[in-house]
């Protein structure tokens, strides 16, 4: 099945700094999400996004489908950004399930 | 987009027993997904539920151990049976929205088995 590979798997951010985090997939896909999981476990949708580039206040993201790869920036990060970035992708036609990297976990300190 | 909810949010439970999680939507879904994600680790599919029709599992989940109901097209269960503490993790339900592209996920059950 399709490969998904995040990295940094982890990061520690002064606030205010700016990061991007990777996901590299394996084979074309018609479907690409990242997600935040917050400390408490839950799943919040950042971005549906599989191709071109979406920005959501100091969130946006990349995917450029031809080269298997997406990006998430975190501009001027805050220590609520802290918790865990998933990316996951649709594996192919017909398949609606998600496959998910391994995540990033970020922490933003004070 | 769709709302989940799920619960219970946290339970302890003693080993050799069972939890049954219920996770319900607030829209008409086709399929509803379990996934588990055990301590520090990513999410991993447990099975696709079909309203009318037997769950499909994954490899390495069997329907002994997390049997699934889903008796219409907004509710569904999935039981932990015999509980170990392997079994601790998180489990989350998830749908997708009425656009067929992006998936929403219910807030999750923290289990841990004692």
């Known amino acids: 099945g399709i490969q998904v590979e995040q990295s940094p798997p982890d990061l520690i951010l002064q606030e205010g700094a700016n990061s991007t985090l990777r996901c590299n997939f394996s084979d074309s896909v018609n479907n690409l999400q990242w997600f935040h999981q917050n400390p408490w476990g839950q799943l919040i949708n950042l971005f549906y996004?599989?191709?071109g580039t979406k920005q959501n206040g100091r969130l946006s993201a990349t995917t450029v489908a031809t080269e298997r790869y997406s990006l998430l920036y975190i501009s001027s990060s805050q220590t609520t950004d802290s918790g865990v970035y998933f990316c996951?992708?649709?594996?192919?036609?017909?398949?609606?399930?998600?496959?998910f990297g391994k995540g990033t976990k970020l922490s933003v300190i004070p | 987009s769709a709302v989940i909810s799920q619960k219970p949010s946290r339970d302890i439970c003693q080993r050799g027993t069972s939890l049954t999680i219920q996770c319900q939507v607030d829209s008409q879904v086709t399929m509803m997904f379990w996934y588990r994600q055990q301590p520090g680790q990513s999410l991993t599919l447990i099975a696709t539920?079909?309203?009318?029709?037997?769950?499909?599992?994954e490899s390495g989940f069997v329907i002994d151990k997390f049997p699934i109901s889903r008796p219409n097209l907004t509710f569904s269960t999935l039981t932990v049976s015999n509980m170990s503490p392997e079994d601790s993790s998180i489990y989350l339900c998830s749908v997708e929205g009425t656009s067929g592209t992006e998936a929403f996920f219910g807030q999750g059950t923290r289990l841990t088995v004692v």
């Open positions: 996951a992708v649709h594996s192919g036609a017909g398949s609606y399930q998600l496959t």
């Open positions: 996004i599989p191709s």
């Open positions: 539920a079909n309203q009318g029709s037997e769950a499909t599992y």
